[in-house]
């Protein structure tokens, strides 16, 4: 095998052939291109040269200046032998003389910057005794004091007999193009920077109340077992479903926005607020056991039983898991929750407001999975989880064509966003059998759907690394007849990170497929230009933080824009998060943003409510002004 | 040099259509290949798009070469430049995802693996040198690329000279013994 016979059959590769149909019907776009070019001022022929390539002029310097001279070059011509300098009228102008200025290389030489003098003067002297060509940069001094960058090309002529006679030089002005390459350089570094460092901190925190979140309240809970004893208060709001139905969704944002108003003036200064869950609120009671922690719980569930609606509508009821825990521990906060979680799953069972868990160490890591698989067999096979999905616009068009599945629990006859369950089971590991759950129902979903749209389908970190995974969703696909391509599936960036061989293993095989594979939550976690480099994402989903202030945060416009014009150099689709409101989006479409899904698109909807044919939305508002 | 002010109106002619067809029909793959040695996929079916409709709009004048291939590389050059620069920020990004190709480069078998193995080795050449060896090799003479290339007979030949050795070496590197460039 050599060189030739590799490019001979590379020449043959079918996809440089083009079939009869394309070609008619690229025909006929070229004959709307001709007949365009008719109008005035359409010509996008005006300016080529058409005259003949090959019919070559004897002097080949004259050839090479003409050409130069219409694609913008500059030239110059030396000959050392006749101590001959010459250069173009176009040249004259990149150097920054005036045409009547008599050309010498040394004027030349003037107007270079003088750190790459030497280096310019070397390679004409080079190219002059070696007799080659050469190509290299330099920068120019304008008399200004303007810098600019020039690409040139020193070529050999040769008199008729072939003895080099001298040196032809063209020079393209490249600073655009310099300016452009430094400030994507600027641009990416940044970007990977300020991702880094906002990412840290928003990571901590709930984006609705701005409270603390699972994650960190977890990691407050690890130092605090370390050093000391406490206790955990797990509180669950019941009834936001009758809310929400009764006067909106937003309510339901209001009452939990409320309660978090509230227990931050009931709690302690020392003690550590979070909002672990939709409806979950979570309270680490440092140095306080049991004789001191439950009268703070009383004050808690008393201050809770505050009306936080008109009078006449549905109450909000509160329970609350508590337990306490020793100190000197190894940090286990994950399982202290766990424990928690289950004190507050009896308490609403027995509809009584506190429940106090078993004392730290009675429960057994195995027992605890037990009793969480029993948890989620049961929310499986008694249809506790339903699905919602949640539409997600096209921005070009304007029409709804894809819905995100979201999972609801109704443990209680009141669904509620799981996050807390569901980190829960990631942890015990029983999370594989709920996205196994969620992947047969959006396949399901897809059958009967009759207007062939598309969902994507949340996966955990665990199924991610799940081996059987991409066979169970070959099946079901082909057993349903439903096209690969019709779903995506989101996988954050946290997924990714606990183990990125087999992440990249499950993505190529679910992309070979023909499934398509989304980062969700771009921009909140860690080393994202990375992954879209190394995985075939075929979607980005920016993360909702960016998204929401996007009207007034000169900072986050700058991300969105920069993450999609970055999504669109590597042909990948964009879909903004939290989108709110439709001067959002009209930023959104300025920004070339692909897709966008928030309570200005719409609202989750249980499936069975999904209409049966594609959504056109109002016209977005496109002359919005940002500050 | 004729440029477009100095063309003669020459106005559609019947048959014109279908003469173009075929010239279309003929030569799209070989430009196409050969712009795809140095090029992302989604620029060169931009610039190949733009030059044959430029060939079909200006087909009066163009057809009237001795060779009108000629005229359609010399363009695609000029366009490729331009569109890469105008696309200098996607263009960086994309030169990432395209380096380095996975293949298994020793016994490249089937076409596509030849293309990939093709795109890695003009890939290590400087675009002057990769586009002076790549029309050698589709038939044109030393003299006919120089003039495609706008550049002197002699450096046509050294640009050759050139690519040859890199790629003889690029060749061992890779594992396809001495390489035989011709």
Known sequence: ??????????????????????????????????????????????????????????????????????????????????????????????????????????????????????????????????????????????????????????????????????????????TESVMDKRALARLSKRLETVMAVVGESLADRDPHTRLFNRRRFVAELDREIRTGEGTVLLLGLEGLREVNRQNGPQAGDDVVAAVAKLLANVVRPTDVLARIGGNEFAVLLPRTIAPGARPIAERIAQAMRTPFLAAGQSP????????????????????????????????????????EGLPPGSVSAAERRRRWRKRVRIAIRGDLLDLHAQPIVDLSRNVVTRHELLLRLSEWNDPITPSSFLSTAERLGTIVQIDQYVIRKAIELLVNDPCGRHVQVNLSGRSVCEEGLPELV?????????????????????????NMTAARQFADRLHEMGCQLALDDFGSGYASLAHLKYLPFDMVKIDGEFVAGLLENKSDQIMVKSIAQMCAGLGVQTVAEFVENTETKAVLVDYGVDMAQGFAVGRPIPISEIPNSLEQLPDIIRTASVS | VRTHSARQGASWQPGWTEEFERFYQLNHAQVRFFLRARCP????????????????????????????????????????????????????????????????????????????????????????????????????????????????????RTYKKRARIKLREAAKELGLGDGGAA
């Open chain 1, 1 to 174: 095998m050599n060189i030739d016979d590799i490019l001979r059959r590379a020449a043959q590769e079918p996809a440089v052939q083009l079939s009869e149909v394309e070609i008619r019907r690229n025909m006929r776009l070229f004959e709307l291109d001709r007949r365009k070019s008719l109008t005035p001022g359409h010509d996008p022929t005006a300016g080529l040269d058409l005259g003949d390539p090959l019919e070559l002029a004897d002097d080949e310097a004259l050839r090479i200046a003409q050409q130069a001279e219409l694609l913008g070059l500059g030239t110059f011509t030396w000959r050392p032998a006749e101590d001959m300098f010459a250069w173009s009228g176009r040249m004259a102008s990149m150097l920054d003389y005036l045409p009547e200025a008599k050309p010498a290389r040394r004027l030349y030489l003037d107007r270079v910057h003088k750190d790459d003098r030497k280096t310019v003067e070397d390679h004409l002297n080079q190219a002059s005794d070696d007799h080659e060509p050469l190509a290299f940069e330099h920068r120019t001094v304008r008399a200004n004091g303007e810098v600019r960058h020039l690409e040139c090309v020193l070529q050999v002529l040769l008199d008729p007999h072939g003895t080099p006679t001298g040196l032809l030089g063209t020079a393209r002005d490249i």
């Open chain 1, 316 to 355: 909000v009821v509160t329970r609350i898991g508590m337990v306490h825990f020793s100190g000197g521990q190894p940090a286990a906060g994950e399982d202290l929750l766990i424990d928690a979680d289950q004190a507050l799953y009896d308490a609403k069972e027995r509809s009584t407001e506190i429940v």
């Open chain 1, 474 to 498: 070959a099946d079901l696909l082909s057993s349903h007849g439903v096209k690969p391509s019709r779903l995506t599936f989101e996988i954050t960036e946290t997924a990714l990170i606990s």
């Open chain 2, 41 to 156: 996929d989604h620029l060169v079916d931009d610039v190949l798009q733009e030059v044959f409709s430029a060939a079909y709009t200006r087909w009066g004048e163009v057809r009237e070469h001795a060779k009108p291939l000629a005229w359609v590389y010399r363009v695609a050059i000029n366009k490729y430049s331009d569109a890469v620069r105008e696309a200098t920020a996607q263009h960086k990004l994309l030169k990432k995802l395209h380096d380095p190709v996975e293949t298994d480069s020793a016994h490249p078998q089937g076409r596509i693996d030849s293309a990939l193995l093709a795109r890695q080795l003009l890939g290590r050449l400087p675009r002057s040198e990769a586009h002076a060896f790549l029309l050698f090799h589709l038939g044109w003479s030393e003299k006919e690329t120089a003039s495609i290339l706008n550049v002197t007979l002699h450096t046509c």
